[in-house]
């Protein structure tokens, strides 16, 4: 009779390989490979992840959402085949992340940079960026509405990711009427015949 279980056990695990086999041979890659770590905060693009690692087991990784604070569980072999950002306290220059603003076309470069400063400043003053980290302001993209600015800058800690991009956010908001600049997305009007409107029209 036990013979004839563990048989049965033999059979099924040969007749369901396909569907567990991938995970567990990634669930090994990856626990041998020891990059991640349990305690590591990750972003995961392909699957709109960001979060601390809590476990790697051999079919699946526990990841506890930054956001909602809910836990994630993800099949291993997506976290192998997934790009994954994992945001290291150790590194020397620190964990850098960023925000991206759409401004327009009619604000000059300098006054951008004196805005997104005061926004960095603000934060700073929060505790959740790093000072010796210091900020960057570059221009990443000239749309069809507007110009995409990005401001670089250093995280205090990884697990307060999304407070510090919502605090950013929350900062750049509140001082747009005091640097006279404008983050509701450019509109550009295009007549039905293709031509764009005149001062006059």
């Known amino acids: 009779q036990t013979t004839s279980v563990i048989g049965f056990v033999a059979l099924f695990l040969f007749a ?3 569907y567990w086999a991938g995970d567990f041979l990634s669930g090994i890659i990856l626990i041998g490979q020891g990059r991640i ?3 590591d905060v990750v972003r995961i693009k392909d699957e709109g992840v960001e979060g601390i690692v809590l476990q790697i087991r051999p079919l699946q990784t526990v990841i ?3 956001v909602d604070g809910h ?3 993800l099949p291993n072999y997506k976290v192998q085949n997934s790009r ?4 290291k ?3 020397a220059r620190g964990v850098r992340n960023h925000v991206d603003f759409i401004i327009g076309y009619d604000v000059p470069t300098s006054k951008v940079n004196d805005y997104l400063k005061a926004v960095w400043e603000k934060v700073l003053e929060a505790g959740l960026v790093e000072e010796e980290g210091g900020f960057v302001v570059g221009l990443k993209e000239c749309g069809d509405h507007g110009v995409r600015w990005r401001l670089l800058y250093t995280l205090k800690s990884p697990r307060r990711l999304i407070e510090t991009k919502d605090a950013i956010r929350e900062v750049a908001f509140d001082l747009q009427q005091e640097h006279g600049i404008e983050l509701a997305t450019p509109t550009t009007i295009r007549f039905p015949d293709g031509h764009f409107p005149g001062p006059s029209e």
């Open 64 to 66: 506890r959402d930054l």
């Open 37 to 39: 770590e349990r305690g």
């Open 16 to 18: 369901s390989k396909e």
């Open 71 to 73: 836990d994630i569980i």
């Open 84 to 87: 994954v950002d994992i945001l």
């Open 89 to 91: 306290t150790d590194l």
